[in-house]
């Protein structure tokens, strides 16, 4: 069983709605993670965050903002999607940043599924 | 930049036989960190097994084995006895290490490896 726990597992939302992923790990991690994966291919990287801080954008486009409320909880807020945007959003955490040994090991949760329409 | 290749999409293997996924990577970084996941259809990433690349010893993780030549920046994956519930993309990834500046900078994934059981 996964210890990263996303919601809602499916999401339905219109080009102009205003909605919100949410992602929450009690493993103690201090980096989460977004990752976008459309289908057969691997997931890619969005954002990053170490100690609640933003560390990585990868050039993602403003209608996908972040959030980091606390170190258990990470958000992705979502406005003015194209239908493209369509994919599963994966969210990740790990033990820090600079993890050594078994804190290198990136978790994932189940995935959010979001279409566009 | 680092990369990684898997270049087999699809594999297939009869039910309790054995199986190797390939995988290669190219990186001029000493310190790093090398792992498979698995991703049924119900799309979930699951950690099947992790490298180091100080440890020479392979890792092994039940009926799951690696085979990591670090010279020939090489690390494949063994299924032995392979079972229905194998079957998935399993992705080979690689993360930099903290010794070559690396952090939270997410994983590199290869393109993937579907994996079919055969009952």
């Known amino acids: 069983d996964t210890e990263v726990t996303q919601t809602p597992k499916h999401l339905v939302m219109g080009m102009t709605n205003k909605k919100s992923l949410k992602c929450e790990q009690h493993?103690?991690?201090?980096?989460m993670y977004w990752y976008k994966q459309k289908a057969k291919k691997p997931p890619e990287l969005m954002f990053v965050?170490?100690?609640?801080?933003?560390?990585i954008n990868e050039s993602v486009p403003s209608r996908f903002s972040p959030e980091c409320p606390n170190s258990s909880l990470l958000n992705l807020h979502l406005h003015a999607l194209q239908p493209e945007d369509s994919a599963l959003y994966l969210c990740?955490?790990?033990?820090?940043?600079?993890?050594?040994?078994?804190?290198?090991?990136?978790?994932f949760g189940e995935g959010s599924w979001l279409t566009v329409v | 930049a680092q990369t990684v290749t898997q270049s087999q999409p699809e594999m297939s293997v009869q039910e309790a036989e054995t199986v190797t996924l390939s995988c290669t990577y190219d990186?001029?970084?000493?310190?790093?960190?090398l792992f498979w996941y698995k991703q049924p259809p119900s799309r979930q990433m699951i950690l099947v097994i992790r490298q180091e690349a100080y440890k020479q010893q392979n890792a092994t993780e039940n009926r799951f084995s690696v085979n990591f030549q670090k010279a020939a920046k090489s690390f494949s994956l063994k299924i032995s006895d392979s079972q229905l519930g194998d079957a998935a993309m399993y992705f080979c990834a690689y993360r930099r290490g903290s010794l070559s500046g690396g952090g939270a900078d997410g994983l590199t994934f290869g393109k993937g490896t579907h994996l079919i059981i055969q009952p």
């Open positions: 965050y170490s100690y609640e801080k933003l560390s």
């Open positions: 493993m103690g991690h201090r980096a």
């Open positions: 990740a955490s790990s033990q820090d940043r600079y993890g050594i040994g078994s804190g290198n090991t990136i978790y």
């Open positions: 990186t001029s970084e000493s310190d790093y960190y």
